[in-house]
């Protein structure tokens, strides 16, 4: 079974530097997706970026980038500039390939890292 | 366009009560998930439906959660009867058809099992 881990219950940044949320998994498919999802204070969970197993670039979107190294199954997320907003906790997860015939697309989390802002 | 929403948004209920929550997914979203974060842990994954079928219910823990989902719209999850360690944030989450697509999420339901 597919597991997701996140090392790092809590980190904090001064805002405008960058600071990196770690991820690893573990896995026996070739091919997967992984995402980081953010959820700010009391407000709902909203997709970060995505990161398709077989593309070997990073997945990039505006400041938020991706380490995303296969063979260590590392799945690192860098967020530069921070910003005050970006204050939140951030999981990351896991879903394996679809399949015709529907099987299912589950996410498997990890158990997050709260993000503190620091002004 | 409309998120995904839940109802209600905190509920505190005492053991052996019944609770329902309600979710409606983004319009068009044949895909409906119900996940689970019991405090400090992992999201964990409760079913999935398409449509009104049940395509996955490998993570519902036990019989007492009853999912539903008539007429392929909105999804209810009851909790008869509620135990303490039911408490926890139910999210539900929707998607596109199509089996690449990004999952949505509601802002969850804060359920206090007393």
């Known amino acids: 079974a597919q597991t997701v881990t996140q090392s790092q219950p809590e980190m904090s940044v001064q805002e405008a530097e960058t600071v990196t949320l770690s991820c690893t998994y573990d896995?026996?498919?070739?091919?997967?997706?992984l995402f980081w999802y953010k959820q700010p204070p009391s407000r709902q969970m909203i997709l970060v970026i995505r990161?398709?197993?077989?593309?070997?670039q990073n997945a990039t979107e505006n400041r938020f980038s991706v380490n995303f190294q296969k063979a260590a199954k590392s799945f690192s997320l860098k967020i530069s500039d921070s910003q005050l907003g970006d204050a939140a906790m951030y999981f990351c997860?896991?879903?394996?390939?679809?399949?015709?015939?529907?099987?299912?697309?589950?996410?498997?989390f990890g158990t997050g890292t709260l993000l503190a802002v620091q002004p | 366009e409309a998120g995904v929403t839940q109802f209600p948004s905190h509920s505190v209920i005492e053991k052996g009560q019944t609770v329902t929550l309600r979710c409606d997914p983004i319009s068009g979203h044949d895909n409906l998930y119900w996940y689970r974060r019991v405090m400090g842990k992992e999201i964990k994954f409760l079913l999935h439906?398409?449509?009104?079928?049940?395509?996955?219910e490998s993570g519902m823990p036990n019989n007492r959660f009853l999912a539903e989902r008539t007429g392929g719209t909105y999804s209810t999850l009851k909790v008869q009867p509620a135990e303490l360690e039911d408490s926890g944030v139910y999210f539900c989450?929707?998607?596109?058809?199509?089996?690449?697509?990004?999952?949505?999420f509601g802002p969850g339901t804060r359920l206090l099992v007393l």
């Open positions: 997860a896991y879903r394996s390939p679809p399949f015709y015939g529907g099987a299912t697309n589950k996410l498997i």
């Open positions: 439906f398409v449509k009104e079928s049940k395509q996955d």
């Open positions: 896995t026996s498919e070739s091919d997967y997706y």
């Open positions: 990161q398709e197993a077989y593309k070997q």
């Open positions: 989450a929707s998607s596109l058809p199509q089996n690449k697509e990004t999952q949505y």
